[in-house]
């Protein structure tokens, strides 16, 4: 069994606070490997950047100070383009996501393979992938290259190299 982990793709990182030619660029992809799932009926787990209305007043917000993904705002949800029908979605308030991690570990005992798409490949993409790697080292974690966007795209290969380096598979493209 495979599964697709699709990061944080919300309208405020696609066309929002955050968005960018990039992230729009990799809609189409993220879109194909959801149906693709779909159709071999493995499953597909969102993950959504979720922040309350004290944003800046944490330490990512100080650190970013841009209002994103604000639970209940239009920015907050996933694009209206993607498919979550049968989806389970995953809030995370943070970049990488323990829940996301023992959720798959408690509920897939027979997983076979991770891939993960979305956004941002050198923050949520990366961070997430690697907590996936260390709480599942025998199960083998992917990403695909060309279904994820970084902040810029020399930060994107940046991190796909790093993940690289920690024996998680790079794809660039497998539909």
């Given at each position: 069994?495979?599964?697709?982990?699709?990061?944080?793709?919300?309208?405020d990182?696609?066309?929002?606070?955050?968005?960018?030619?990039?992230?729009?660029?990799?809609?189409?992809a993220?879109k194909a490997?959801?149906a693709?799932y779909?159709k071999e009926?493995?499953?597909?787990?969102?993950?959504?950047?979720?922040?309350?209305?004290?944003?800046?007043?944490t330490?990512?917000?100080?650190?970013?100070?841009?209002?994103?993904?604000?639970?209940?705002s239009?920015?907050?949800?996933?694009s209206?383009?993607?498919?979550?029908?049968?989806s389970?979605i995953?809030?995370?308030?943070s970049?990488?996501s323990?829940?996301?991690?023992?959720?798959?570990?408690?509920?897939?005992?027979?997983?076979?393979?991770?891939?993960?798409?979305?956004l941002?490949?050198?923050?949520c993409?990366?961070?997430?992938?690697?907590?996936?790697?260390?709480?599942?080292?025998?199960?083998?974690v992917?990403?695909?290259?060309?279904?994820?966007a970084?902040?810029?795209?020399?930060?994107?290969?940046?991190?796909?190299?790093?993940m690289?380096?920690c024996?998680?598979?790079?794809?660039?493209?497998?539909?």
């Amino acid at each position: 069994m495979k599964i697709l982990i699709v990061v944080d793709m919300q309208k405020d990182f696609i066309y929002g606070a955050l968005g960018s030619k990039e992230a729009q660029a990799i809609l189409p992809a993220v879109k194909a490997k959801i149906a693709k799932y779909h159709k071999e009926n493995n499953p597909v787990i969102f993950t959504r950047d979720t922040h309350n209305a004290a944003y800046l007043n944490t330490q990512e917000g100080k650190l970013l100070p841009v209002e994103h993904c604000i639970k209940g705002s239009e920015g907050w949800h996933i694009s209206a383009e993607l498919d979550t029908a049968g989806s389970i979605i995953i809030d995370k308030p943070s970049f990488g996501s323990l829940e996301l991690a023992e959720y798959i570990k408690n509920t897939y005992p027979q997983i076979e393979e991770i891939e993960l798409v979305g956004l941002c490949t050198d923050i949520c993409v990366l961070s997430n992938a690697v907590i996936l790697k260390a709480a599942l080292p025998e199960v083998k974690v992917s990403v695909d290259g060309l279904a994820c966007a970084g902040v810029t795209p020399q930060s994107h290969q940046n991190a796909l190299y790093a993940m690289k380096m920690c024996q998680i598979n790079i794809k660039q493209g497998d539909l």
